[in-house]
């Protein structure tokens, strides 16, 4: 409680100074005012606190030295009445309490055009470097491919699995790795007031793979006294403001689980720029909290506990992209010449920055950057802030340049399949062998999967769509193998001499190419190549030898870099 307390206390520092000064001046009076002023403290000390234990206001210079003259202008008048002290009206305005208001007005407007300016703090403030290009998606990357929608449909038609489910809703959606698979997870929450009043304490959470369209959602009980819809100091962010005042609340606590399965709760906090509530990127914290206990212990983020993947929120993540794009060159900038300036897009599945998971392990937060020009549609690159340390890459390289946006790539889906009205969810654009590819959830009405779309970032009538990840990956890798204006379909694979005996060839004839594909005897693998990089392969038949050197990957379909087809080179 002792945060509390605090923040309720510093309200009446300026109260204070004016009543020293009315005692100074009216010594005749001094006890009076005295008395009267405890009082004044004693009924505004109760009020103030009970509206701080409800707003938990942080203890920064902007929200005490507002508070301050909130309350000065509230009891001051108050205090000088009841003393019976007796103004000039002719000089009140050169009176001491007159200047000590004048100068917390000028104290105000000072705060407050120091807080304008200090977005450049801000923008410094943000950990970030610039890369050309992600690494390559092969086989073993498997993006999350639920989209959240989907997730919370399933989960909440599992609710009845919770023991008094009357009491409860289903809370915030978590993403993160879970006994090596990555997860949603949600705790239930209250429904209302009452049904805490009553409950006492939640039932435990909700897990569901975000990698596997069918699985189903997991309960698993764990009571929970602490909670994001709990009331009074069993409010999770009120017993951490309980604890730690002076940080800056990001967001809603979210829920993240150890190795034992044990829920906790975590909030990200924040130090501010000096002077203003604007956030000090330098100085994040995470705040963990035991469910059970109430237990509160902070970390530095990129110190959290392991099983901790999102020390930085979602929301927080979505400032530092806005910081970054709009600011790069100051605030004259931003609003004058906005000279690489860059928008972050608002499709996200959590306050416009959707998780994904590197091939690292590690949690990223993607946003797609546009221009702040209207009416274009085309990305000028992208960010991955890294959950844990908030560290920000922006890639920009050649291979993105002019690409559509995550907004042109969900209008794809949606002009798809207009009659049954499926919409495109969870834009997340990977490199495919060298490619922009965004891949796209796509979902009915009522937020059920549907298919995946893969469409090439740069060319808006380039799209596959299958059931299931694996699948549509290898069908978009074939479409970029046949397409003959595709020089990097086999970019990261290395290339490799292949041989064997024909054992079956089907030819594909557009009007823009001509592609044969075939198998070898005892290969699964299928082999493409462009009629235009090997001629002869037009006349490739069942039994004849070949000789090639092919850029393959496990699992996958393979590309004919050159080929020699014996029974034609006789």
């Known amino acids: 409680m002792t945060g509390i307390f605090l923040a309720a206390l510093f309200p009446f520092l300026l109260f204070l100074l004016l009543t020293i000064i009315a005692a100074l001046q009216n010594k005749n009076k001094a006890k009076g005012i005295i008395q009267g002023a405890f009082g004044l403290f004693i009924i505004g000390y109760i009020i103030v606190l009970i509206i701080t234990y409800i707003w938990m206001p942080a203890i920064t210079v902007p929200n005490m030295l507002l508070m301050n003259a909130v309350v000065a202008i509230i009891l001051a008048p108050a205090m000088y009445v009841g003393a019976g002290t007796v103004f000039n009206k002719k000089t009140i305005h050169k009176s001491t309490p007159a200047i000590v208001f004048f100068i917390t007005a000028l104290a105000i407007a000072a705060i407050f055009v120091i807080g304008i300016f200090s977005v450049n703090q801000t923008y410094d403030s943000i950990s970030k470097q610039e890369a050309g290009e992600a690494k390559p998606l092969n086989e073993e990357n498997t993006p999350i491919s639920v989209a959240p929608e989907s997730a919370r449909n399933k989960v909440q038609k599992s609710m009845s699995v919770v023991p008094n489910t009357q009491f409860y809703d289903l809370g915030k959606l978590q993403v993160q790795e879970v006994n090596n698979e990555i997860s949603y997870v949600a705790p239930v929450e209250f429904t209302s007031f009452w049904r805490y009043f009553r409950g006492k ?68 906090i924040y130090k501010p720029v000096l002077l203003t509530n604007r956030p000090d990127l330098e100085k994040v914290k995470v705040a963990v909290v035991d469910p059970v206990s109430g237990e509160v212990k902070a970390y530095e983020a990129s110190e959290a506990p392991d099983f901790i993947e999102g020390s930085i929120s979602s929301e927080l993540a979505t400032v530092e992209n806005e910081y970054f794009g709009k600011y790069v060159h100051g605030l004259f900038n931003s609003i004058f010449g906005k000279k690489d300036v860059k928008i972050p897009n608002e499709s996200g599945t959590e306050s416009s ?218």
Do not use: C
């Open 201 to 268: 304490e939640t039932e435990g959470y909700f897990t569901i793979p975000a990698t596997n369209i069918n699985a189903q959602p997991e309960f698993v009980e764990s009571k929970m006294r602490y909670t994001n819809s709990s009331y009074f100091n069993h409010n999770v962010q009120r017993q951490v403001y309980m604890e730690l005042p002076y940080y800056i609340q990001s967001g809603e606590a979210q829920i993240e689980v150890d190795d034992d399965g044990k829920p906790w709760y975590v909030q990200t």
């Open 353 to 570: 920055v959707t998780p994904i998971f590197g091939d690292d392990g590690d949690m990223y937060y993607f946003t797609d950057m546009a221009s702040p020009k209207e009416n274009i549609d085309s990305a000028l690159g992208y960010t991955l802030i890294d959950a844990r340390t908030g560290e920000l890459t922006y890639y920009n390289g050649k291979q993105n340049s002019g690409i559509m946006d995550s907004k042109g790539a969900r209008q794809i889906v949606n002009k798809q399949f207009p009659e049954k009205n499926w919409t495109g969810s969870m834009p997340v654009l990977y490199n495919v062998d060298g490619h922009p590819t965004w891949i796209v959830n796509v979902l009915d009405p009522n937020g059920l999967f549907k298919r995946y779309a893969y469409i090439k970032a740069n060319d808006s009538d380039f799209a596959v769509f299958g059931e299931t990840a694996k699948e549509t990956l290898t069908a978009y890798r074939l479409q970029l193998a046949q397409d003959p204006s595709n020089v990097q379909g086999g970019e990261g694979v290395e290339m490799t001499s292949k041989g064997g005996v024909v054992n079956r060839v089907l030819v594909t004839s557009t009007d823009s190419r001509q592609v044969v594909q075939f198998i070898l005897e005892g290969d699964t693998t299928i082999y493409t190549v462009n009629v235009s990089k090997a001629p002869l392969a037009i006349f490739l038949r069942e039994g004849d030898h070949v000789q090639m050197q092919v850029k393959v990957r496990e699992n996958g379909p393979a590309t004919v870099e050159e080929m020699i087809v014996e029974e034609l080179n006789k």
